[in-house]
T-cell receptor, first 114, second 115 residues
Protein backbone atom coordinates (compact mmCIF):
# COMPACT_ATOMS: atom_id res chain seq x y z
CA UNK A 1 0.00 0.00 0.00
CA UNK A 2 3.05 2.20 0.37
CA UNK A 3 4.19 1.69 -3.21
CA UNK A 4 4.12 4.14 -6.04
CA UNK A 5 4.08 2.41 -9.43
CA UNK A 6 5.70 4.26 -12.31
CA UNK A 7 5.65 3.62 -16.05
CA UNK A 8 7.21 3.39 -18.54
CA UNK A 9 10.72 2.39 -17.47
CA UNK A 10 12.16 4.21 -20.45
CA UNK A 11 10.87 6.57 -23.08
CA UNK A 12 12.25 7.91 -26.35
CA UNK A 13 10.67 11.06 -27.75
CA UNK A 14 11.52 13.23 -30.72
CA UNK A 15 12.43 16.84 -30.16
CA UNK A 16 9.27 18.92 -29.98
CA UNK A 17 7.11 15.96 -28.99
CA UNK A 18 5.17 15.34 -25.80
CA UNK A 19 6.65 13.11 -23.10
CA UNK A 20 4.17 11.44 -20.74
CA UNK A 21 5.10 9.50 -17.61
CA UNK A 22 2.49 7.88 -15.41
CA UNK A 23 2.31 6.96 -11.74
CA UNK A 24 -0.26 5.19 -9.61
CA UNK A 25 -0.63 4.86 -5.86
CA UNK A 26 -2.88 3.00 -3.44
CA UNK A 27 -2.56 4.82 -0.15
CA UNK A 28 -5.30 7.44 0.10
CA UNK A 29 -3.37 9.11 2.92
CA UNK A 30 -0.88 10.51 0.41
CA UNK A 31 -1.42 14.21 -0.05
CA UNK A 32 1.69 15.50 -1.80
CA UNK A 33 2.93 14.29 -5.17
CA UNK A 34 6.23 15.64 -6.47
CA UNK A 35 8.22 14.83 -9.57
CA UNK A 36 11.99 14.80 -9.35
CA UNK A 37 14.41 15.12 -12.25
CA UNK A 38 17.85 13.52 -12.16
CA UNK A 39 20.68 14.12 -14.62
CA UNK A 40 23.58 11.66 -14.86
CA UNK A 41 26.04 12.09 -12.03
CA UNK A 42 23.72 14.39 -10.08
CA UNK A 43 21.25 14.03 -7.27
CA UNK A 44 17.50 14.21 -7.95
CA UNK A 45 16.03 17.71 -7.88
CA UNK A 46 12.43 18.79 -7.44
CA UNK A 47 10.82 19.61 -10.78
CA UNK A 48 7.16 20.20 -9.98
CA UNK A 49 4.68 19.06 -7.34
CA UNK A 50 0.92 18.91 -6.80
CA UNK A 51 -1.53 18.44 -3.95
CA UNK A 52 -4.82 16.56 -4.45
CA UNK A 53 -7.01 19.63 -4.13
CA UNK A 54 -6.29 20.49 -7.78
CA UNK A 55 -6.42 18.34 -10.91
CA UNK A 56 -3.63 20.03 -12.81
CA UNK A 57 -0.57 22.14 -12.22
CA UNK A 58 1.51 23.72 -14.93
CA UNK A 59 4.97 25.24 -14.77
CA UNK A 60 6.34 26.22 -18.13
CA UNK A 61 6.51 23.15 -20.35
CA UNK A 62 5.89 20.79 -17.42
CA UNK A 63 2.38 19.80 -16.32
CA UNK A 64 1.15 17.41 -13.66
CA UNK A 65 -2.28 15.90 -14.22
CA UNK A 66 -3.88 14.41 -11.12
CA UNK A 67 -6.84 11.99 -11.00
CA UNK A 68 -7.81 11.52 -7.37
CA UNK A 69 -10.55 8.96 -8.00
CA UNK A 70 -8.25 6.77 -10.08
CA UNK A 71 -5.32 7.39 -7.74
CA UNK A 72 -3.11 8.27 -10.65
CA UNK A 73 -0.96 11.22 -11.62
CA UNK A 74 1.17 11.93 -14.64
CA UNK A 75 3.89 14.25 -15.86
CA UNK A 76 3.57 15.82 -19.28
CA UNK A 77 6.54 17.52 -20.89
CA UNK A 78 5.44 19.65 -23.82
CA UNK A 79 7.80 20.55 -26.66
CA UNK A 80 10.37 18.10 -25.30
CA UNK A 81 13.98 19.18 -25.74
CA UNK A 82 17.24 17.21 -25.74
CA UNK A 83 18.10 19.01 -22.49
CA UNK A 84 15.11 17.29 -20.88
CA UNK A 85 16.87 13.94 -21.27
CA UNK A 86 17.12 12.66 -17.71
CA UNK A 87 15.58 10.19 -15.28
CA UNK A 88 12.26 11.25 -13.81
CA UNK A 89 10.90 9.98 -10.50
CA UNK A 90 7.41 10.42 -9.20
CA UNK A 91 6.90 10.32 -5.44
CA UNK A 92 4.24 10.59 -2.78
CA UNK A 93 4.13 11.74 0.81
CA UNK A 94 1.67 11.21 3.62
CA UNK A 95 -0.53 13.80 5.19
CA UNK A 96 0.69 16.13 7.88
CA UNK A 97 4.04 17.10 9.25
CA UNK A 98 4.67 14.03 11.37
CA UNK A 99 6.69 12.47 8.63
CA UNK A 100 8.67 13.91 5.75
CA UNK A 101 9.22 10.50 4.17
CA UNK A 102 8.80 10.36 0.39
CA UNK A 103 7.87 7.13 -1.39
CA UNK A 104 9.56 7.14 -4.79
CA UNK A 105 8.58 5.40 -8.00
CA UNK A 106 11.11 3.31 -9.88
CA UNK A 107 12.05 6.04 -12.33
CA UNK A 108 11.68 6.66 -16.08
CA UNK A 109 14.69 7.23 -18.28
CA UNK A 110 13.72 9.82 -20.88
CA UNK A 111 15.75 10.34 -24.04
CA UNK A 112 14.77 13.21 -26.31
CA UNK A 113 16.25 12.78 -29.76
CA UNK A 114 17.26 15.88 -31.73
CA UNK B 1 24.15 29.25 -0.73
CA UNK B 2 25.74 25.82 -0.41
CA UNK B 3 23.55 22.83 -1.03
CA UNK B 4 23.82 19.45 0.62
CA UNK B 5 27.47 18.42 0.73
CA UNK B 6 28.57 14.80 0.53
CA UNK B 7 32.01 13.27 0.78
CA UNK B 8 33.72 11.47 -0.67
CA UNK B 9 32.22 11.69 -4.16
CA UNK B 10 33.73 8.37 -5.12
CA UNK B 11 34.90 5.51 -2.94
CA UNK B 12 36.49 2.27 -4.06
CA UNK B 13 37.19 -0.29 -1.39
CA UNK B 14 37.71 -3.97 -0.96
CA UNK B 15 35.24 -6.40 0.49
CA UNK B 16 35.42 -6.51 4.26
CA UNK B 17 36.65 -2.96 4.70
CA UNK B 18 34.81 -0.31 6.66
CA UNK B 19 33.30 2.53 4.65
CA UNK B 20 32.14 5.86 6.05
CA UNK B 21 30.07 8.27 3.99
CA UNK B 22 29.57 11.83 5.17
CA UNK B 23 26.86 14.41 4.72
CA UNK B 24 26.42 18.05 5.63
CA UNK B 25 22.80 19.15 5.25
CA UNK B 26 21.70 22.62 4.25
CA UNK B 27 21.97 25.00 7.19
CA UNK B 28 18.64 25.33 8.98
CA UNK B 29 17.25 22.06 7.68
CA UNK B 30 16.17 19.76 10.48
CA UNK B 31 15.42 16.53 8.64
CA UNK B 32 18.03 14.41 6.90
CA UNK B 33 17.62 11.36 4.70
CA UNK B 34 20.02 8.69 3.43
CA UNK B 35 19.10 6.97 0.16
CA UNK B 36 20.72 4.23 -1.89
CA UNK B 37 20.30 4.10 -5.66
CA UNK B 38 20.94 1.07 -7.85
CA UNK B 39 19.75 0.04 -11.28
CA UNK B 40 17.98 -2.98 -9.85
CA UNK B 41 16.22 -1.41 -6.87
CA UNK B 42 15.95 2.24 -7.84
CA UNK B 43 15.99 4.89 -5.10
CA UNK B 44 15.62 3.36 -1.64
CA UNK B 45 15.26 5.27 1.62
CA UNK B 46 17.64 3.81 4.18
CA UNK B 47 17.06 6.01 7.21
CA UNK B 48 15.93 9.47 8.12
CA UNK B 49 16.53 11.80 11.04
CA UNK B 50 14.40 14.57 12.44
CA UNK B 51 16.17 17.03 14.74
CA UNK B 52 19.15 14.65 14.85
CA UNK B 53 17.01 11.74 16.07
CA UNK B 54 16.56 8.64 13.89
CA UNK B 55 12.86 8.40 13.05
CA UNK B 56 12.66 5.54 10.59
CA UNK B 57 15.49 3.09 9.92
CA UNK B 58 13.32 0.37 8.41
CA UNK B 59 15.17 0.69 5.13
CA UNK B 60 18.58 -0.12 6.56
CA UNK B 61 19.37 -3.44 4.89
CA UNK B 62 21.15 -5.16 7.74
CA UNK B 63 23.28 -4.71 10.82
CA UNK B 64 26.31 -3.94 8.73
CA UNK B 65 24.80 -0.53 8.08
CA UNK B 66 24.65 2.18 10.72
CA UNK B 67 23.97 5.91 10.62
CA UNK B 68 24.53 8.71 13.07
CA UNK B 69 23.71 12.38 13.27
CA UNK B 70 25.71 13.83 16.16
CA UNK B 71 24.62 17.38 15.41
CA UNK B 72 22.45 19.38 13.04
CA UNK B 73 25.22 19.90 10.52
CA UNK B 74 26.72 16.43 10.12
CA UNK B 75 25.70 12.85 9.50
CA UNK B 76 27.53 9.64 8.66
CA UNK B 77 26.52 6.36 7.08
CA UNK B 78 28.84 3.51 7.91
CA UNK B 79 29.08 0.08 6.34
CA UNK B 80 31.13 -2.48 8.22
CA UNK B 81 32.10 -4.87 6.76
CA UNK B 82 31.38 -3.84 3.20
CA UNK B 83 30.31 -6.33 0.53
CA UNK B 84 30.23 -6.12 -3.30
CA UNK B 85 26.41 -5.94 -3.22
CA UNK B 86 26.69 -2.65 -1.34
CA UNK B 87 28.03 -1.03 -4.51
CA UNK B 88 25.63 1.81 -5.32
CA UNK B 89 25.27 5.56 -5.29
CA UNK B 90 24.39 6.85 -1.83
CA UNK B 91 22.52 10.13 -1.58
CA UNK B 92 21.90 12.38 1.36
CA UNK B 93 18.97 14.80 1.31
CA UNK B 94 17.69 17.42 3.71
CA UNK B 95 14.49 19.32 4.26
CA UNK B 96 13.49 22.27 6.36
CA UNK B 97 10.77 20.20 7.95
CA UNK B 98 7.47 21.15 9.50
CA UNK B 99 4.05 21.61 8.01
CA UNK B 100 3.91 22.92 4.49
CA UNK B 101 7.55 22.30 3.68
CA UNK B 102 8.03 19.28 1.48
CA UNK B 103 10.95 19.81 -0.87
CA UNK B 104 13.86 17.47 -0.28
CA UNK B 105 17.22 18.78 -1.45
CA UNK B 106 19.60 16.07 -2.56
CA UNK B 107 23.36 16.09 -2.43
CA UNK B 108 25.50 15.03 -5.40
CA UNK B 109 25.89 11.49 -4.07
CA UNK B 110 28.76 9.16 -3.23
CA UNK B 111 29.46 6.43 -5.74
CA UNK B 112 30.62 3.39 -3.77
CA UNK B 113 32.33 0.46 -5.41
CA UNK B 114 33.16 -2.56 -3.30
CA UNK B 115 35.52 -4.98 -5.02
Amino acid sequence: QQQVKQSPQSLIVQKGGISIINCAYENTAFDYFPWYQQFPGKGPALLIAIRPDVSEKKEGRFTISFNKSAKQFSLHIMDSQPGDSATYFCAAKGRGGATNKLIFGTGTLLAVQP
Amino acid sequence: DAGVIQSPRHEVTEMGQEVTLRCKPISGHNSLFWYRQTMMRGLELLIYFNNNVPIDDSGMPEDRFSAKMPNASFSTLKIQPSEPRDSAVYFCASIVGGLGTDTQYFGPGTRLTVL
